[in-house]
C-alpha cells in the first residue's frame, strides 16, 4: 500500500467531512449568505438580531428589548453575576471557554452555571 499523496486533493465522504472540520470560522457580519461557512448557515435558526435602537446604554440594556414579559422578569430576578454571563455568551459573544477565561474557572463551572440559570428561568 502506498501512502497517499498529500498534494492530490480528497474525494467523496472524507472531503465533506474534511472541510467541515477545517472550515474557517463566519466573519460577524456575513451579509452574503456564500460568504458564510455551511456550518453557520446550518445553526443559523439558533442565531438572534435585534434593533440596537431599542437597547439602552447600561450593561443589561439588552433585557429592555425584549418582547417577552414573562421572559423579562424571570431574568430580572437573576443575581448580576448571572446577567453578567449571559450578557457576555449573548450580546458580547463570548464562547463558554473565553468566559471560563477570563473569570478563572473551569468550563464546566460556566455549563453547571448555564444550565442553573435554564432551571430558574424554566420554574420561575
Known sequence: MQPA??????TGPSQR????RVQA??????????????LFRKSE??????????VDAQRF?????????????RLCKLPEDDLELLTLLIVDGYRQ????????CSRSAITQ?????KIF???A
Open 17 to 20: 467531512t474534511y472541510q467541515n
Open 45 to 54: 435558526s439558533l442565531s438572534c438580531t435585534w434593533d440596537t435602537g431599542d
Open 61 to 73: 440594556g439588552w433585557l429592555s428589548s425584549l418582547e417577552d414579559e414573562l421572559l423579562y422578569r
Open 97 to 104: 471557554a473565553d468566559v471560563a477565561r477570563l473569570w478563572n
Open 25 to 38: 470560522l463566519p466573519s460577524e457580519q456575513c451579509e452574503d449568505e456564500s460568504e458564510q461557512s455551511c
Open 113 to 117: 452555571r448555564i444550565n442553573k440559570i
Open 5 to 10: 499523496n498529500l498534494s492530490e486533493p480528497r
Open 121 to 123: 428561568l424554566k420554574k
